[in-house]
C-alpha cells in the first residue's frame, strides 16, 4: 500500500469516506496481516460496511476475495472485534461466493464462544447456510433455542424463522422447543455484565417462539386453536407483542372461521381492557375489521366497546396511539358513521393538534360523521381555522366536503357558503382552487337548488382567476348550464368580459360558451345580441378565436332556419360517447389501418351517452370513491410507487363497501359487450341495448365456475355465460349450456347457440345463447344445464390424449332470470322527491323476506336487481335502526323512460317486511319492475 | 404475506439534513425466491429517491409518526440527522413505534455526547450493532434500549500490553492484578 493511500484515510477519521478501491485495500491488507491489530480491523470493517450501506457494491470476484480475508479474522478471540466480523459476513454473503466456508467458524463460536458473541453468531447462519446445508446446523440450533438465555434463545429462534423456507423439515423438528419457549420466561442472568448497562427482560422470546410457532401449526386449525387457548389465560405471555400476535392469531382463526367468533367473544372484550394499548388497538382493529363482513355475528355491544376502547386512545398523550385510533375510526366513519359519532368531542378536540397528520384525520373523520343535524356546526368549526392550515390539508379538507355536498343535497346552502367563502378568502396555489371549483361544478351538477348562486360565484371568481385551466373550466361550465337558468345575459355579461380582458385560450373557449346561449328558449331577445357579439369578435387577431367564431355564427345562422339541424345538436350537444370505448376504437381504427384511412371511422358502434347517464355514472364513482377509503392512499402518496403490496391490499382490503367492484363490472361489462359484437351472428341484431351485472350461476369454488351476463337487443337476448374450468387434468369439449324455460310456452324462441369448442384446464371462455323476442319486455326465467365431453389432459403437451373419445357429461347450474331490472339503466336526478312526484304511473307492491339477512344486505340486492342508482345516500342501511328507506331512480334502457322507486325496509324477528312503491312513465314497466323486486 | 408474519419492519434509515442517507437499510424476507420478493425497492437508485421524497415530508415536520406511499414511517429529526423506521400499513402501530423508540434511545445510550451526524460516523459501528440487535431481517428482536445498548460492544481498546515485568517485584504484579481487578469491577456495576 503506498504511503499516500495510507495518509489519506488516516485524515478520513469522520464525515468523508475513502473511495471504494481505497477501503477494499486497505481492508485486503491489514486483515491478511498478523498479529491481528483488532481496533484498526473494527475500523476498517466499520468503513466497510458505511460504504455498503451507501449503495456502493463490489464486484463478486472482490467481494469474495473481502469475504474470505474478514473470516480469517476469527482466528481473533476479541468479541468487540467479533460482533463487527458477524456484521460484516451477513452483508457480505449476499454478493460474494463460497459463503458456506465460514460455516464452521461460526459454528465453532456457537459451540464455544461467549454468551455475548454467541447470538450474532447463531443470526449469522441465516446469511451463509442454504438449502442443501441448513440440516447441518439443527443440533446446533436445537440446543440454543432452549438456552436459558433470552437474546440466545431469541436468535435462535429468529434464524430458525428465517430459514423456514428453505429448510422447513429441520425446522419442523424443533416444535416442541418451541412451544416451550412460548412459555418460557426467560430472562437475563445477573452474573457475567458486559457493558454497563443492564438489560431488562422484555420477555420478548415468547414473541419471536410464537411466531415461529404459528408458521409451523398453520394449516393446523385444531392446533392453532389450542395454542389461543393454551396461551391466553393465567398471564401465559408477558410480552406484549407477543400478545398482539396472539390477538392476529384470533382474526386469522375468525377470518377463515366466522362461525368461531362467538368463542372467542369474551377473550376479545376483556383484551379491549388489557393494560397495553397495543393489544387494546389490535383488538378493536380485529373487531371492527370483522364487523364489516360479519356484521350478524357481532354484537354491538362488543363494537360498542371496541368504539369506546378507540375513544380513550385518542385521549392518551403518546402519538402513535392517537394516530392509530384514528386511522381505524377513520376506516369505520366510510362505512358506519354513525357508529363512531360518541367519540366526536375527542375528534373535535385533536382538530387543533399540533401533529399535521393527527389533525388531517380528525377533521376528516370529523366530516364523515356529518348528519343532517350537525353538518351545520362541523362547518363552522371548520372556517375557523381553514385558512391557518397549509395547502395540501385544505385540499383534504374541501374533498370531504365535497363528499358531504353530494351526500346531503339538502344542507346545500351551508356548503355553499362555506365553498364560497374558501374560495374568495383562501389563499392558496392552483391544486387547491382547482379543488373548490371542482367541488362547486359537483353542486351544480348534482344539487340543483344551488346550481343558480354557485353559477354567479364562480362568475365573480372568474373576474380575478390566474388559472387558465381553471377559466376554461368555469366557461365551459357556465355554457353548458348558463342558458338553461332563469337569467341566462347575466352570464353573457360575465362571458363576454373574459373576451375583451382575456388571453387567446381564454377567448376561445368564451366564444364557444357565448355561442351556446344563442338558443336559449327562456330569452330570445339574447340571440341577436349574441350575434352582434360574435361578429365583433370574428375580427379577433388570433387565428383560433376568429375560426370559432366564424363556425358560431355559421351554426347559429343554420339552427335559427331549421331547427332540427345538425348545427343544434353541434351547438348544444346532449350526448356524448362512452369515453372508453371511444379511445379502445379508434385505436383498433388506428393500428388496422389497411386502405390509408379510405374507410370513415364509424362511430355508430360506439355507446352514447345521454347526460343523465353520464351523472349517474359520475355520482357512483364518486360514491365509490368515498366508501373505497382511497383518502389514505390518494392523499398521502405520489403515484408512480405502487407495488404489488398496494395492490394486494386494495383486493382483500377488508373496508371495502358493496358497491366497490361496480366500476370494474363495469369496464367488464363494457369489453363483454365488445366481444359480443364481435361474432358475425350477434352483429345482425343490431345495436346493443343493454347489458346487466354479472351474476355468478355457480359457487365460486365449485369445479367450473359459471357467470352470467344477459345481453338485450331491440329484437333479441343473448345470454353469455363464462365458464372456468379449474380442474387441472381434464379438458372439456363442445361445452354449451341449455337452457330450458321454466314455463311454457316461452315468448322467447331460441335461436342459436355458439359453444366453446375445447376449454382447457383453468381456462376461461364464453358460451353465447341467442333468442328472439318480441319487442316488449319479456320476463323469463330459465333452467340452465352446462353441457359438455371430459377428456383427460396429457400433462406434457397440455393437449387431451389422441383418440380419447372423452364422457359425456353435465353440470347443474343455477338458473338464469331476466327480469325488470334487466331493461334499466340506473340514471341520475337532482331531486328525487320532485321528479318521483311528477311521474304519473304509480305501483305498490308489498313482500316479506323471510330470510336471516341484514338490512344492508336487502339494500344491496335491491340496487342490483333493479340496476337503479340509489340517491341521496340511501343505498347505506344504518346498522343502528331497524327500518330504512332507499331511494332509486333509472330508465328503460330501450326507450329511455324515467322511473323511480321508493323502497321501504323494517326489520322484524320474523323477517324483513318490504313495501315498494314505484313510478314510471311507463305503467308496464312500473309493474312490472315493483311485482318482480325479489 | 400473513398478517403474523414476524417480518413487520422495511426499513431502518438514518438521513442527514440535506436528505441523504448516513445509513440504509432495506430488509427482505430471507431465503424467499427472486420473483416472489417483490415491492420494497430493490434497487439503490430507486431507494434513493424515495428517500428524498420522503425527507421532503420529514423535514421540519415535527409528527413522528406518519403514511408515506402507503407504508407506516416513524421518524425523529434531531439536530443534522433523521432517524426513521419504515413498516408495513397493516402493522400495529404501537408496536412499531416501540421497535422505534428502542432503535432512538438505545442509539442515545451508546452514543454519549447526543445523536449528531458527526457522533453517528465516528461511532458507525456501534450504531450499525445497535441496528443489528433490535431488528433482523425485519424481525423485531429486541424492544429493551438498555438490553441492546447492552449488547453492543466498544471498540477494542489497543491491544492490551499483559506482559509483567517482573523486574518490578510481587509488589507490582499485586498492583498490576488490583487494578486489573478494579477495573473488571468497576465494568460489572
Known amino acids: ?934 | 404475506m400473513s398478517s403474523l408474519s414476524l417480518y413487520s419492519v422495511q426499513a431502518v434509515l438514518i438521513l442527514d439534513n440535506k436528505g441523504d442517507r448516513i445509513h440504509a437499510k432495506y430488509y427482505q424476507s430471507p431465503h424467499v425466491a427472486e420473483d416472489a420478493r417483490k415491492g420494497l425497492m430493490q434497487n439503490v437508485k430507486r431507494q434513493k429517491e424515495f428517500e428524498k421524497r420522503l425527507f421532503q415530508k420529514t423535514h421540519k415536520q415535527d409528527s413522528e409518526i406518519m403514511v408515506f406511499e402507503d407504508r407506516l414511517v416513524f421518524y425523529r429529526e434531531y439536530l443534522d440527522v433523521t432517524l426513521c423506521l419504515i413498516g408495513s400499513m397493516d402493522e400495529n402501530e404501537i408496536v412499531l413505534q416501540q421497535a422505534f423508540t428502542a432503535f432512538k434511545d438505545s442509539l442515545d445510550l451508546i452514543l454519549n455526547s447526543g445523536i449528531d451526524k458527526r457522533n453517528i460516523q465516528e461511532h458507525y459501528d456501534m450504531v450499525l450493532l445497535a441496528i443489528d440487535e433490535t431488528v433482523d431481517n425485519g424481525i423485531i428482536l429486541e424492544t429493551d434500549p438498555a438490553t441492546i445498548a447492552s449488547r453492543v460492544t466498544k471498540p477494542p481498546t489497543n491491544e492490551p500490553q499483559m506482559s509483567l515485568d517482573l523486574d518490578k517485584g510481587l509488589l507490582g504484579a499485586w498492583g498490576f492484578a488490583k487494578s486489573k481487578l478494579q477495573e473488571r469491577l468497576q465494568q460489572g456495576m
Not at chain 1, 82 to 100: F, M, P, W
Not at chain 1, 622 to 641: A, L, N
Not at chain 1, 778 to 807: A, Y
Not at chain 1, 910 to 917: D, E, T, Y
Open chain 1, 1 to 934: 500500500m503506498s504511503t499516500h493511500t495510507y495518509k489519506k484515510f488516516e485524515n478520513a477519521e469522520s464525515g468523508e469516506l475513502p473511495d471504494r478501491m481505497t477501503i477494499y485495500q486497505d481492508c485486503m491488507s491489514e486483515f491478511n496481516e498478523s498479529p491481528i491489530n483488532s481496533k484498526r480491523c473494527r475500523l476498517l470493517i466499520s468503513r466497510l460496511l458505511r460504504l455498503l450501506a451507501q449503495g456502493e457494491t463490489f464486484p463478486e470476484s472482490e467481494a469474495t476475495a473481502l469475504f474470505f480475508s474478514i473470516s480469517k479474522l476469527f482466528q481473533h478471540q476479541n468479541d468487540s472485534l467479533r460482533q463487527a466480523v458477524y456484521l460484516a459476513i451477513k452483508e457480505l454473503s449476499g454478493i460474494s461466493q463460497d459463503v458456506l466456508m465460514a460455516t464452521s467458524s461460526i459454528m465453532k463460536d456457537i459451540q464455544n464462544g461467549s454468551e455475548l458473541v454467541k447470538p450474532n453468531a447463531i443470526r449469522s447462519l441465516t446469511a451463509v447456510l442454504d438449502e442443501s446445508t441448513a440440516f447441518s446446523a439443527e443440533r446446533l440450533l436445537k440446543s440454543a433455542l432452549v438456552s436459558r438465555h433470552p437474546s440466545i434463545s431469541s436468535a435462535a429462534l429468529c434464524t430458525s424463522y428465517n430459514l423456514l423456507p428453505i429448510a422447513e423439515v429441520t425446522v419442523k423438528r424443533f416444535a416442541n422447543e418451541t412451544q416451550e419457549a412460548v412459555v418460557d420466561l426467560k430472562s437475563f442472568p445477573h452474573k457475567n455484565l458486559v457493558g454497563e448497562y443492564y438489560p431488562n427482560s422484555t420477555f420478548i422470546t415468547q414473541y419471536h417462539a410464537l411466531g415461529l410457532l404459528y408458521q409451523l401449526k398453520k394449516n393446523d386449525k385444531m392446533a392453532l386453536l389450542k395454542m389461543v387457548r393454551q396461551f391466553s389465560n393465567n398471564n401465559t405471555l408477558k410480552n406484549q407483542l407477543a400478545k398482539i400476535e396472539l390477538v392476529k392469531l384470533v382474526n386469522e382463526l375468525i377470518n377463515k372461521d366466522s362461525q368461531l367468533f362467538v368463542d372467542f367473544q369474551s377473550l376479545l372484550m376483556e383484551w379491549l381492557s388489557n393494560k397495553h394499548e397495543s393489544v387494546q388497538l389490535e383488538t378493536a382493529k380485529l373487531i371492527t375489521n370483522f364487523a364489516t363482513h360479519n356484521s350478524r355475528l357481532i354484537s354491538s355491544e362488543l363494537f360498542a366497546s371496541a368504539v369506546t376502547t378507540l375513544q380513550s386512545l385518542l385521549t392518551v398523550p403518546r402519538v402513535s396511539a392517537k394516530f392509530a385510533a384514528l386511522r381505524i375510526l377513520n376506516r369505520i366513519s366510510m362505512i358506519s358513521p354513525e357508529k363512531i359519532v360518541v367519540c366526536n368531542p375527542e375528534l373535535e378536540s385533536l382538530i387543533n393538534d399540533p401533529n399535521r397528520n393527527i389533525s388531517t384525520y380528525a377533521i376528516t373523520t370529523l366530516l364523515k360523521t356529518g348528519t343532517a343535524k350537525n353538518i351545520t356546526s362541523l362547518i363552522s368549526t371548520i372556517t375557523k381555522f381553514i385558512h391557518d392550515v397549509s395547502d395540501d390539508f385544505k385540499i383534504i379538507i374541501i374533498d370531504a366536503v365535497r363528499t358531504l355536498s353530494l351526500n346531503f343535497p339538502n344542507e346545500w346552502k351551508t356548503i355553499l357558503n362555506f365553498l364560497i367563502d374558501v374560495l374568495k378568502n383562501g389563499e392558496g396555489g392552483f391544486k387547491f382552487k382547482n379543488n373548490i371549483v371542482e367541488a362547486l361544478i359537483d353542486m351544480v351538477t348534482f344539487v340543483p337548488q344551488a346550481k343558480e348562486m354557485a353559477l354567479e360565484n364562480l362568475c365573480d371568481f372568474i373576474e380575478d382567476c390566474e388559472f387558465n385551466e381553471i377559466l376554461a373550466r368555469i366557461l365551459h361550465l357556465l355554457g353548458k348550464e348558463g342558458p338553461s337558468t332563469s337569467n341566462p345575459s347575466l352570464y353573457v355579461r360575465h362571458i363576454y368580459n373574459r373576451v375583451v380582458l382575456e388571453n387567446a385560450i381564454i377567448r376561445s373557449a368564451a366564444v364557444v360558451s357565448l355561442s351556446k346561449f344563442a338558443l336559449t328558449k327562456n330569452d330570445p331577445s339574447l340571440s341577436d345580441s349574441i350575434i352582434s357579439l360574435l361578429r365583433r369578435i370574428a375580427n379577433d387577431k388570433d387565428d383560433e378565436v376568429r375560426d370559432r367564431a366564424t363556425i358560431a355564427l355559421k351554426f347559429i345562422e343554420s339552427a335559427k332556419k331549421d331547427t332540427s339541424s345538425e348545427a343544434q345538436t353541434l351547438l348544444q350537444s346532449n350526448y356524448s360517447f362512452d369515453f372508453n370505448a371511444l379511445e379502445s376504437k379508434l385505436n383498433t381504427y388506428i393500428s388496422s389501418n389497411t386502405d390509408s384511412f379510405k374507410t370513415p371511422f364509424d362511430v355508430t358502434s360506439i355507446r352514447k351517452l345521454t347526460e343523465g347517464d353520464i351523472k349517474a355514472l359520475d355520482l357512483k364513482r364518486k360514491q365509490d370513491k368515498f366508501t373505497k377509503g382511497e383518502f389514505e392512499t390518494s392523499v398521502e402518496s405520489t403515484p408512480g410507487m405502487i407495488d404489488d403490496n398496494l395492490i394486494s391490499k386494495r383486493a382483500d382490503s377488508s373496508f371495502a363497501g358493496p358497491s366497490a367492484h361496480d366500476h370494474q363490472q363495469d369496464l367488464l361489462a363494457t369489453k363483454y359487450a365488445e366481444d359480443l359484437m364481435s361474432i358475425e351472428q350477434i352483429k345482425e341484431f343490431g345495436p346493443l341495448v343493454n347489458s346487466s351485472q354479472i351474476v355468478a350461476l355457480t359457487e365460486s369454488e365449485a369445479e367450473f365456475v359459471v357467470r352470467g351476463v344477459k345481453h338485450l337487443f331491440a329484437n333479441n337476448v343473448v345470454f353469455q355465460f363464462n365458464i372456468t374450468n379449474t380442474l387441472t387434468d381434464t379438458a372439456l369439449d363442445n361445452v354449451t349450456v341449455t337452457c330450458t324455460p321454466e314455463v311454457e310456452p316461452s315468448e322467447l324462441e331460441e335461436l342459436f347457440t355458439i359453444p366453446i369448442d375445447r376449454l382447457l384446464p383453468s381456462a376461461e371462455a364464453a358460451c353465447y345463447v341467442a333468442f328472439k323476442k318480441t319487442e316488449d319486455m319479456v320476463m323469463e326465467s330459465f333452467l340452465t344445464n352446462l353441457m359438455f365431453t371430459t377428456k383427460e389432459v396429457n400433462p406434457e403437451t397440455n393437449e387431451p390424449f389422441e383418440g380419447d373419445e372423452g364422457f359425456q357429461d353435465e353440470y347443474d347450474i343455477d338458473s338464469i332470470f331476466l327480469n325488470a331490472g334487466d331493461y334499466i339503466k340506473s340514471s341520475f336526478v337532482g331531486d328525487f322527491t320532485k321528479a318521483f312526484d311528477e311521474l304519473p304511473n304509480e305501483e305498490v307492491a308489498v313482500y316479506n323476506i323471510k330470510e336471516n339477512i341484514s338490512l344492508q344486505e336487502l339494500v344491496d340486492r335491491l340496487v342490483v336487481n333493479t340496476s337503479c342508482l340509489p340517491l341521496e345516500n340511501t343505498q347505506y342501511a344504518p346498522s343502528d335502526s331497524n327500518s330504512h328507506t332507499v331511494k332509486l331512480f333509472g330508465q328503460s334502457a330501450s326507450k329511455g323512460t324515467k322511473i323511480a322507486l321508493i323502497v321501504k325496509l323494517i326489520k322484524t324477528s320474523k323477517g324483513i317486511a318490504i313495501k315498494a312503491q314505484g313510478r314510471a312513465e311507463d305503467a308496464t314497466l312500473c309493474a312490472d319492475l315493483v311485482n318482480g323486486l325479489m
